[in-house]
């Protein structure tokens, strides 16, 4: 029951913090996560709560909040709303 929102909500805060990452000028360091960001950026959660998320979403998300500009990008966390910051 609960699946869809939690979906919405994993996708939204990976949204809010690559846009802080694009308005603070805050570049990924590790390759590859500029794609992850542009992909995660054009993803659209599936209505069906029966359809779990693509598996690339969780490495998309694993690999950015990994990058060591997300510690950057939270020294800003008051300019921005992120749901829950705590890694």
Not at 30 to 42: I, P, Q, S, V
Not at 49 to 64: C, F, I, N, R
């Amino acid at each position: 029951m609960y699946r869809l929102t939690i979906y919405k909500n994993v996708i939204d805060c990976a949204k809010s913090l690559i846009g802080a990452m694009r308005h603070l000028d805050i570049e990924p360091e590790d390759a590859g996560n500029e794609d992850y960001c542009e992909y995660l950026m054009e993803y659209v959660v599936d209505p069906d709560p029966e359809k779990p998320l693509e598996t690339k979403v969780g490495q998309a998300v694993s690999s950015l909040w990994r990058d060591p500009c997300v510690q950057k990008v939270l020294e800003h966390s008051s300019e921005f709303y992120l749901m829950d910051s705590a890694p």
